[in-house]
């Protein structure tokens, strides 16, 4: 009795409020589900204070009851039966109470109320027990997993802060136990009985909430998934597995634990960031898979970080053992293009048979970098993309796997922009469930200093996933939890997490020494038996083994691993293409190369230009009334038709357009995109008249289009730049964009830049195609919304500065295949339109970064004529000066080269100097890969003048430090070229708009002053 006392004391008693939360609505439903057709004849209404037993959650325990009674009065206490025909008649509810008659009494049953008024206080002492009761009941359910023993170590160092709790049952005493109460529907501990004994329902909701497994759910505020997971775990001996399962579970536990003690074994010396410590992590995920295949699903994409992944990709991907063994050859030599990765960052993808549902399934875990949860996003993008090409809408047969740390779960911001992804409707993938390999220490932190929640799974509440902790060290609660957690995301397709509670044998890696920081976890980590050991004692003592079997079985597993240690000697050449993630079948040859090394022209017919403008210009569907405003523009779009040009906005429409019409999804994604941050683009059109009516005219171009997807994103850079970089990898017949709303804001997204975007492809020969729109440009909006950041994306381009490339006839598609990424800044919307569409019909896959107009998307001069974007035409990658200047090219004095929206402000400035003849302007569109060859014959042809760089951005920005030793390695440092820009600076831009005016005019008098040379290169 002392221990379910303090049990109970230290689960403390909740508000009354709280405990009243089976809510009137809740049950109004039930009753609408159930078979009850009528409606309550009278309320019951009386003073509180003449009525005391009414407050609180009495009056909640009275209308149940009152509702059990009017669906057949057969369902309560002959009691309770009394009291509702009384007070139905019309006495007071305190006196409509009346004692069932004794056998020998009369039989009328028409006994006065007021002969047993006195009895009030026996029916409050009823009402009192039952609703200490149900308050206990709910308090396991809330706080059940507080003390729970998930801690293998038990040293527990999960802090809840709790008030001092009341010690007693609710008001209930010792001499209550042997009572039997009426459950609530509120739980299923009772399996088939509706009535137990105190002292049997608080066994039974120990045994639910507080062994190996924690549950959280109660934040959870849909009914219907409370009631599951209630179903799922207090269901009396639902943890119940077969002796085929349990002797499957051994098999994979010693597959897990044997492989890290054969790596130890072998490399010592070596990072291998191994599973020591939680070995059930391995059955956990195969638990997992084989519920979720035997569920329907057909494909899942993992992502993880480092730790386990060596095992998790031999035992759970399976990959060949001698693939894994022959990374930690020192001798071994790199064969394919690229530089590599370590052994623990590489991806797989792997199509087997499931064994245990005997169905084919195809896991694909993706490469990452060390950067803590930077996959997550990356991962959930693959998964949409799987599940977008395949039809599969409500994730049937995609799905994806998460799994984490504690420290970077709870630390990471990216895990929250990725948990706030789940059930957008452009971005859910309809469920994932989250694994997190919770050793209770980061690196050498501990949680107390590496979180400020009780748990580092506390985040997924913000999306109501029930969370299932569970101690690590009990395989079978471990297998039963996964069970559920699949189970769960299958009835759902909702997140879930699963928290291994667990710990770190070794230090954060192999040669580390973790007794410096945390010397009492080590000592008590020394004394810990292994789980496998634990598993097999007990397994032997139920008499589900023998010893005997379990050293036969692991006899086995270890020949299988000596044997491919032996053969892994054998490699000698490491090949990454053997550890891809996102293969491409059919899009490259059988040994992964480009099918061809051209690109055919990016134009198209001038029919179908004006048949997509037309589109742009109109609103598909009837009885839709658009904006007045947007009536304007629309009208706009259709005269330039008639005019042939286009303005930047109809160019960007014209490349979709036609890639849709070709059969190439596009996908647009990021912060304000389907109306545009400067409101030109308006691809989403919104009805005047009726909220939420949407028209995309793009979806309405051909019967047999590919289909066009539009989203605003959610307030995340980081998140959602990664969502489409996953989104991209999954197919290469798709021209995925991701827009910022200015371009500075990428810097939020630098780890996805830095880390998968622009070394991608060097680290795991993975080619990815996406887009990058950064609206860039000085326009005197201040530090902030002006730059891009070119520099940044410029430096970590991979052409060599010093060498003048060898140019051969296909020079210029040579040059995109051996960089690793693609920046332009076009100046014309006919360039846009060509970058964009050669995007798709290059024969290979680079990121492209565009640097976006501002200003110019409205600029008069900004507008292309038809011509340049018929069959034939080309992105071009340098425009030469087109005028007077190139016309007498040897009475040049100056040739000034520039990108971008400077080259408005520099041919207005000609043209109001009078030197359409003297100075050259040559916009340089493609600015990584170099255009070597076209830059020196522009120079070649203006033999007599002086050659200028400008930019508008300061000197230690832009393209300055990118361009200065490549235009000196083109012109073999033969002739100077000389600087014209803003000075160098600490911020971006000016906040002050005079400051810009002038700062403007500077550099326009420093390029056009032929008088006196600016700044030397």
Known sequence: MHHLRTTVARLGPLAAAQTAQIAPQSRLLALERGTRTFQPVRSLRASVAAEPFLNGTSSNYVEEMYYAWLEDPRNVHKSWDIFFRNANAGAPPGAAYQSPPPLSGPSDGTMGVRALVGAQPNVEKLVKDHLAVQSLIRAYQVRGHHIAKLDPLGISCVDFDDAPCTVGLYGLTEGDLDKVFRLPASTFIGGNDSALPLREIIRRL????????????MFINDLEQCQWIRQKFETPGIMQFSLEEKRTLLGRMIRSTRFEEFLQRKWSSEKRFGLEGCESLIPALKTIIDRSSQCGVESMILGMPHRGRLNVLANVIRKDLDQIFC?????????????????????????????????YITLSLVANPSHLEAVDPVVQGKTKAEQFYS??????????????????????????????????????????????????????????????????????????????????????????????????RNTFH??????LVSYRRNGHNEMDEPMFTQPLMYKQIKKQKGVLQKFVEKLVAEGVITTQHYEEEVARYDKICEDAFAHSKDEKILHIKHWLDSPWPGFFTLDGQPKTMSCPSTGIREDELCHIGNVAASVPLEDFMIHGGLSRILKGRAHMVSKRVCDWALGEYMAFGSLLKEGIHVRLSGQDVERGTFSHRHHVLHDQNVDKRICIP??????????????????????VLGFELGFAMASPNALVLWEAQFGDFHNTAQCIIDQFISSGQAKWVRQNGIVLLLPHGMEGMGPEHSSARPERFLQMCNDDSDVFPKVTGDFAVHQLYDCNWIVVNCSTPANYFHVLRRQILLPFRKPLIVFTPKSLLRHPEAKSSFDDM?????????????????????????????????????????????????????????????????????????????????????KNQGYYDYVKPRLRTTLNRTRPIWYAGREPAAAPATGNKHSHVTELQRLLDAAFDLETSPGKL
Request: glycine fraction near 6%.
């Open 391 to 488: 039809g599969d809408t409500e994730g049937k047969r995609v799905m994806s796997i998460l799994l984490h740390g504690d420290a970077a779960f709870a630390g990471q911001g990216i895990v929250y922009e990725t948990f706030h992804l789940s059930d957008l409707p452009s971005y859910t993938t309809h469920g994932t469930i989250h694994v997190v390999v919770n050793n209770q220490i980061g690196f050498t932190t501990d949680p107390r200093m590496a979180r400020s929640s009780p748990y580092p799974t506390d985040v997924a509440r913000v999306v109501n996933a029930p969370i299932f902790h569970v101690n690590a060290d009990n395989p079978e609660a471990v297998m039963f939890v996964c069970n559920v957690a699949a189970e769960w």
């Open 206 to 217: 120990e045994m639910a909430y507080c062994q190996h497994i924690g549950v959280e759910f």
């Open 870 to 954: 018929l069959p034939g035409t080309h992105f071009q990658r340098l425009i030469p000066d087109e005028g007077p200047a190139a016309v007498g090219p040897q009475n040049v004095k100056r040739v000034v080269f520039c990108t971008g929206k400077i080259y408005y402000d520099l041919i207005r400035e000609r043209k109001s100097r009078g030197l359409e003849d003297a100075v050259a302007v040559v916009r340089i569109e493609q600015l990584s890969p170099f255009p070597f060859d076209l830059v020196k014959a522009e120079a070649d042809q203006y033999q007599n003048a002086d050659l200028v760089w400008c930019q508008e951005e300061h």
């Open 327 to 359: 990374q930690f050859d020192s001798k071994l030599e790199a064969a394919d293009e690229g530089s590599g990765d370590v052994k623990y960052h590489l991806g797989m993808y792997h199509r087997r048979m499931n064994r245990v549902s005997d169905r």
């Open 494 to 499: 909702k997140d879930v997490v699963v928290d």
């Open 698 to 719: 793009m979806n309405s171009i051909s019967p047999d289009q590919a289909p066009y997807t539009v989203c605003n994103s959610s307030l995340s850079e980081y998140g």
